[in-house]
């Protein structure tokens, strides 16, 4: 054995990886060449060192990890009117552009409106407890005009009003969820050590003045029938503010306690089963509470068989001639997400509790639902247009733009008269860029999904929807899609900004499936009476 | 791998299925290696939490992206140490100053590590997983996705190069 090979060998030999002949070889060397001596004496201790050093890591620390912090991002994202919750409540800075901030004002003014109405309905009928209850700090004073406390929610609406300037505040929410409006006294909280702030969410309302702004505060149920609730705010923020720089904090403690009475609310069991073009749906109870209506179904998201995957389901109540559809005062129900098997979900219907009927029917009324099957294809980048064939359906590559901080790819849908699917879910997948831009590679794709372009809202009969009012039958009939690849993106992502310059080139183009909707109008009737 | 597949592929299921109890407590058993990995990069408790929860995350979200369970200890190590970098990218180099300052009971440690750092991190990863975690040259190789030459010559020459900024040895 030459000292190469010996050199070669030593680390496996310092490991005992080797079999006792070539271990003999070796020391048998070692013996006789006094350089390799020295080097495996020097590995070794190198070794021993690494090894006597990390040995002295205390790793006996107790870690504090909570699954359930991740499970509550993942129901928070998903709760349908939670999103409009997080767009709300994240809003600080809006849009460089006047018309955007006019845009939204209109949106805001007008999810506000319905909101309030649908409070104020319950509150006028004697439902809940209206207060007047206020602190005053700063120049800043922070009304608590009312509370509806039931066994699903407590929701409480405050008005802040800043008392010398012009400005709305609200109360800081940052990212990482850390609300500077805690809500204590008789609350139940979810889990034994779940920090409260994780509890509330909050949506601004709008109001006429400049200087005001209602705040609906959503927390869990009453620990007691009767009993005090606490809220307390320690920093405020101007909401929709022009720019970085003219975001106003104002620091200092508004404290309100407050009394409320927790209302009961009636449960029924239904337990019935319903075949959903093969998916089975159990609606499982009906719980009718001042706030809310609340089905609780189950669903089998994902039908192996024919590959539908059930995206969303959405229900009416039917009552004489009167319906019932999604509530406008609560959050929506929590929806479990999974991408097969029994997921468990919650729809908040509007409150029917004060004409408390004792015989409705309850409409499954629409099934959004995606036919999946992943197809890659090959595209020719530089000869576009190129047709590709998904399903019996015809998508058109039309082509591809390259700037300096984006590469855009516009695709068409099928456009025959008899297509029946809504939208094609389409993406790029840049293969391994996320970690191997940190010269990690785990084999990780990140997808760039299609937005719509080009699209039509339409209504349950496939007639373009004027008003554009969004409601569960509402759904976009997309056209055209685009697909940014943006330098913000590789950076929001933490990928080193010159890993973009490798990547703007995509690879292939991924089809996931196409999405559906349709309106099963199958109706389940409930006696209460019987 | 000594991990069995099966009870490999019931974890991953079982994650899939969002049952992330089971991961924590695979990430208990296994404590001792990850909380040394973390530990070579961030030398601090808090910051160590902060990354072992956020690969969790990570994990949980992607998921679907492991093929074959029989890679998920490996995978998860991937991760680890991507989330590890990128707490100290963020992080500016304050850890370090933070450690030392605050930290009176770790001095030689410290500077052990400060060694350990002071070599390129392709050297620097290869000693860590080998030598701090206990994970062999294959495991390595499937960890890192290079080849296990590769590995071997990154080894020696990390223990070299560490070698001869160790000087007390």
Redesign the interface.
Known sequence: MDCNVVQDKLLDYIDGNLSEEEEKEIEDHLENCAECSKEYAEMKSTVGYIKDKSNKIDTNKVLNLDPNRLKRRFVGRLTRIGLIAAILSLILVAAAFATEILDFTKWWKKNSEKRLSAWEELIEKGVGQKLNISATDKNIRVTAEGVIADDINTIILLKIEDLKGNTRFVPVRDISNDSSLIVGGDITKKYEGAPISYEIIYLPLYTEDDNTVKLMVYTSPMSKDEGEIEIHIDELVSYLNESEESVERITGNWNLTIPAEKIKAKHYPIDKAIDLGGNELTIERITIAPTVTKIYYKLNVYNEENKRFIDDVSFIIKHGNKTYGQSELTLGGAMEYKSSGVVRREFDIESIYLEDPKDIDLIVNTCKYTIKGLEEYDIDWANLPQVVEYDNSKITIEEVKYSEDSTEVIIKEDDSKDRKYIRTNICLNIGDVMFNALQQRVKTNYSFYGKPLEYEVRDSKGKVNAKKDWTDETHMFVFKQKITINKDDFDRQDLYENSFKKHTIPGKLCIEGQEYIEFPNIKININSGK | MKVISLENKRLVNRI???Q??F??QW??EN??RL??IS??YLYN?ADI?DV??DT??KA?E?I??L?NTNYFET?YI??L??EC??KLRRKKREVLMESIEHGEY?I??YD??QE?NSID??YKEV?VLK??SGYT?EEIADI???PIGTV?SR??RG?KE??KL?KE?
Do not use: A, P
């Open positions: 899939k299925s969002g992330l109890q991961l924590v990430i208990d404590k001792d909380y040394k530990w070579s408790h939490e072992l929860q969790l995350i949980y992607n679907h992206t093929k995978w991937s991760i140490i991507n970098r990128r770790y030689e440690e052990f590590f350990l991190d392709i000693i030598y701090i040259q890192l996705g290079i071997k080894i020696y223990l560490l070698r160790i040895v």
